[in-house]
């Protein structure tokens, strides 16, 4: 009997060890895997969009060039004017839009989704919203997908503050501005 559970102990006991053999050679393959996948899984979420932008709105501005962001102002003209006391089209005029009221164009029928942001639209908020405006205001009316461009956003940005707004640029956070300077 003794002499049985002893055989019983030492079968158990490989068994454990046996396991344990599996998990951690589980665990160092898997972790192999995963250095792997990640130079890719940077690479995508940099650019779909689909994430909120990695450098801060700041830091962008500091480099931006609103000469070209008229450029990129061309994306948006089949939808918006941008000129004092011009028209509505399919969407709100946008003159002065940086640091107006979300949703305050006078006429102009906002879906519930816009409305309901509340605040005002700052850089930041800008930054978001032209990221993907879906993803900031679900249910918008607002027929565009974004812009996956670090730069050619905050290069609109600051395009967008020369039309009537002209607020002074947020000052960057040292930290990422040197991050942005390393690339
Ligand atoms: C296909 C048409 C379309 C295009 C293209 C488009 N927009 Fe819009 N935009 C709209 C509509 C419609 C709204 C109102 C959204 C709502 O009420 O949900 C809107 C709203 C906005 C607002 C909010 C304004 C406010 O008064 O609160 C901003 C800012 C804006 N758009 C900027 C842009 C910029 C910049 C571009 C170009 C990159 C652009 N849009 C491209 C149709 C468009």
């Known amino acids: 009997m003794a002499e ?3 055989i019983l102990g030492w079968a158990l006991f490989s ?5 344990g053999v599996t998990l951690v050679s589980g ?4 972790h192999d895997d995963e250095k792997k996948g990640y130079p ?3 690479v995508v979420s940099e650019d779909s969009g689909a994430t909120p932008a990695a450098v801060p709105i700041a830091t962008l501005l500091a480099k931006a060039d609103p000469a070209k962001g008229q450029a990129v102002f061309a ?3 089949s939808c918006h004017t941008d000129a004092a006391g011009a028209a509505a089209l399919i ?5 002065g839009v940086v640091g107006r009221p979300v949703g305050s164009f006078p ?5 519930d989704a816009v409305k309901g942001l509340g605040g005002k639209w700052d850089f930041d908020r800008l930054n978001q919203w032209l990221t993907s405006p879906s993803t900031m205001a679900p249910g918008t009316k607002m027929g565009f997908a974004g812009i996956d461009s670090d730069t050619d956003r905050a290069n609109l940005i600051a395009w967008l503050n020369t039309q009537g707004s002209n607020l002074p640029l947020p000052a960057p956070p040292a930290a990422s501005a ?3 300077a390393a690339k």
Do not use: D, Q
């Open 4 to 6: 049985r559970n002893t």
């Open 15 to 19: 068994g454990v060890v046996l396991l």
């Open 27 to 30: 665990e160092y393959f898997s």
């Open 40 to 42: 890719i899984a940077g």
């Open 75 to 77: 994306k948006c003209t």
């Open 91 to 95: 969407g709100p005029n946008l003159y």
């Open 107 to 111: 006429g102009f029928a906002y879906s």
């Open 178 to 180: 040197k991050a942005v």
